[in-house]
């Protein structure tokens, strides 16, 4: 079937800061590409993310970024010591019979933090 | 691996008709958990989506006073299988508003156009004609 997701983007209205704090975060590589303007993350498995330069902030709801972590609690903290705010502490959903955490970081991505269940990618 | 990123979900005050729009114009297959609430986008290959009301909010176990949307937010592209400028047309049938009509990046030589949906999210159609 066509038409899958391949690509997501975040705004803010600064790249190299939000760069900074998703690299020692995630440890991911950014590109920039060109600096200042679009970054793009590559997370070492597909799909890549960005960061794009925007200078309207934001409010209200926003889609919601998952990322699958070993240690929801560990990464909440690791995000809230570089900036982010909690939105909510690990917690199950039990219809995908997940464990997630989520924060909102300071430029108003939020992301959900997913606990590997092993069930997505082999290591 | 982790760290790696594996769902969207976009808010939508209408997560019923949120799922028709996407259906009709992408052909994904929405299923809903439950109805009406938190509705599983498969588009067949790849990352799942999600669409959520703004309302319930599942899964955030404490939902936010309900708030206008403004301002720019995450954006999501869609590898479509067709030109993005088709695409976009059917979107605007359906109540889109367009954003941009079709053009090229050459830094990641690809052709993309994008619109926001009647609920406010920002989707980017991304197209390569070599790949098709």
């Known amino acids: ?123 | 691996m982790t760290n790696t990123l594996v769902f969207v979900d976009l808010p939508t005050s209408d997560v019923k008709a949120a799922s028709e729009f996407y259906r009709e114009l992408f052909g994904w297959t929405v299923n809903g958990r439950p109805e009406g609430v938190f509705h599983q986008v498969v588009p067949g290959e790849g990352l799942h989506l999600g669409l959520w009301s703004e309302i319930e909010q599942f899964p955030d176990p404490a939902p936010r006073p309900p708030q206008p949307r403004s301002g720019l937010q995450a954006r999501t592209y869609i590898l479509v299988d067709a030109s993005p400028g088709e695409y976009l047309n059917k979107a605007v049938i359906l109540g889109a508003t367009a954003l941009w009509e079709q053009g090229y990046w050459e830094e990641f030589d690809g052709y993309h156009a994008s619109f926001l949906d009647p609920w406010g999210n920002q989707i980017v159609m991304w197209w390569k004609p070599a790949d098709n």
């Not at chain 1, 790249?15 to 679009?38: C, D, H, I, M």
Request: charged share 25%.
């Open chain 1, 1 to 123: 079937m066509p038409n899958p997701v391949i690509f997501v983007d975040f705004p803010t209205p600064d790249p190299e800061a939000t760069s900074v704090f998703y690299e020692k975060l995630f440890g991911w590589q950014v590109n920039r590409r060109p600096a200042g303007e679009f970054h793009e993350i590559l997370p070492g498995v597909k799909p890549n993310l960005g960061i794009h330069r925007e200078e309207t902030p934001v409010a209200g709801p926003v889609p919601r970024v998952y990322v699958m972590v070993d240690e929801p609690p560990a990464f909440l903290a690791q995000a809230v010591e570089l900036g982010a705010t909690v939105l909510w502490e690990e917690t199950y959903w039990e219809e995908f019979d997940g464990r997630h955490a989520a924060f909102r970081d300071p430029w108003g991505a939020e992301i959900v933090l997913w606990r590997d269940k092993g069930t997505y990618y082999k290591s």
